[in-house]
């Protein structure tokens, strides 16, 4: 059974870089896409960025081009979010998400599988 395992979320300053990994625990085929979300309180859902199966295609959220990256590893069924240049508005509870497909999407309903979330306070 696929399990998805976030690390690397924490406090960090406005202007700051941080970067989180989730790795699918269990994964053997390594064909599908994976994604990050973000939700602040209060907020819905957001997509941030998501990687295609062999790590070529990517797709960027608005609210994280030009600040984020997404990249994978296939080998060791992980994949990294890069920040960068974070604003306070970044402070969220963000989630990495398993698809069910191969290409990269930035719709909550093409992923049937998610981590539990790590927080990334950005303080001001």
């Known amino acids: 059974q696929v399990r998805l395992v976030e690390s690397g979320g924490g406090s960090v300053q406005a202007g700051g870089s941080l970067r989180l990994s989730c790795l699918a625990s269990?994964?053997?085929?390594?064909?599908?896409?994976m994604g990050w979300f973000r939700q602040s309180p209060g907020k819905e859902r957001e997509f941030v960025a998501a990687i295609g199966w062999s790590g070529a295609s990517t797709r960027i959220g608005d609210a994280a081009r030009g600040r984020f990256s997404v990249s994978r590893d296939t080998g060791k069924n992980t994949i990294f979010l890069h920040m960068s240049h974070l604003p306070s508005a970044a402070s969220a509870i963000y989630y990495c998400?398993?698809?069910?497909?191969?290409?990269?999407?930035?719709?909550?309903?093409?992923?049937?599988?998610w981590g539990p979330g790590v927080p990334v306070p950005v303080s001001s």
């Open positions: 998400a398993d698809a069910y497909r191969g290409t990269p999407s930035a719709v909550s309903s093409a992923y049937n599988l």
């Open positions: 269990g994964r053997t085929e390594r064909r599908f896409a």
